[in-house]
C-alpha cells in the first residue's frame, strides 16, 4: 500500500460540501464543540466564506479520494500594523500526525514574508499541549502571561538585509532549532535578564 499523499489547495466553493463533512467528523476535536450542535452542510460553510474576509484560506485534501481533510486561515491584523493571525486551524482527527497542519502554518510564514508583512500569531486553548511543540517548531514563541498567545516574527526576521542572503540559501523551517516544550517562553535577554 503507497502512503497517503496530500494536496495544499487556496480554497474555493468546490470545496464547500467537503468542508461540511470534514468540519462535522472534526467537531468533539474542540472544546465545547465546534458546530454548537448544528451540523456543518455545504449551503452554511458557503454562506461563511463568503462572509470572511481572510487573507489566505488554504484547503487540504487527500488525493486518492479527493477528501476535504484540512482547513487553514491567515487574517490582517487591523490593530496591530504589519501583523497577520491565524484564525483558524482545523486537521481532521483521522489525518492528523501527517505533517498537514505544518504545511499550512509554513506557507502562511512564507506568505507573510513574501508580503512584506513582519509576524504571525495564533493562539490556542492550553488544554491544546498537542499543537504546542508543533506551533514552537513552526516559529511561534508562547507570549509569557497569555493563556496561549503565540507570535511568530520569522517573517520579519527574513527581511533583514544582513539575512536575506542566508535564507535564500536555507529553508528556514528546517533550520530552525529550539526546544519544543509546551510551556510559556523566556521572554528576556539571556546576556542581560532584562
Request: charged fraction near 25%.
Amino acid at each position: 500500500m503507497s502512503p497517503t499523499t496530500y494536496t495544499l489547495h487556496p480554497y474555493d466553493h468546490r470545496f464547500d460540501a467537503g468542508l461540511a463533512e470534514m468540519w462535522n467528523e472534526s467537531d468533539d476535536q474542540w472544546p465545547g464543540t465546534f458546530n454548537n450542535g448544528v451540523p456543518m452542510t455545504q449551503a452554511r460553510v458557503s454562506e461563511w466564506m463568503d462572509r470572511i474576509e481572510a487573507m489566505l484560506r488554504f484547503v487540504v485534501s487527500e488525493d486518492e479520494t479527493d477528501k476535504v481533510v484540512a482547513y487553514g486561515d491567515l487574517w490582517e491584523e487591523r490593530a496591530r500594523p504589519q501583523g497577520l493571525y491565524v484564525s483558524l486551524l482545523n486537521v481532521h482527527p483521522e489525518h492528523q500526525g501527517r505533517s498537514l497542519a505544518r504545511r499550512m502554518l509554513t506557507e502562511m510564514v512564507n506568505w507573510a514574508s513574501e508580503n512584506g508583512y513582519l509576524r504571525v500569531t495564533i493562539g490556542t486553548w492550553p488544554a491544546n499541549l498537542k499543537a504546542m511543540p508543533l506551533y514552537k517548531k513552526t516559529g511561534f514563541f508562547w507570549k509569557p502571561g497569555t493563556s496561549v498567545y503565540m507570535e511568530n516574527y520569522i517573517p520579519a526576521v527574513r527581511q533583514l538585509a544582513p539575512l536575506k542572503e542566508f535564507f535564500e540559501q536555507h529553508d528556514w523551517y528546517r533550520t530552525f532549532d529550539r526546544a519544543l516544550d509546551t510551556v510559556e517562553d523566556e521572554m528576556r535577554d539571556p546576556g542581560t535578564g532584562d
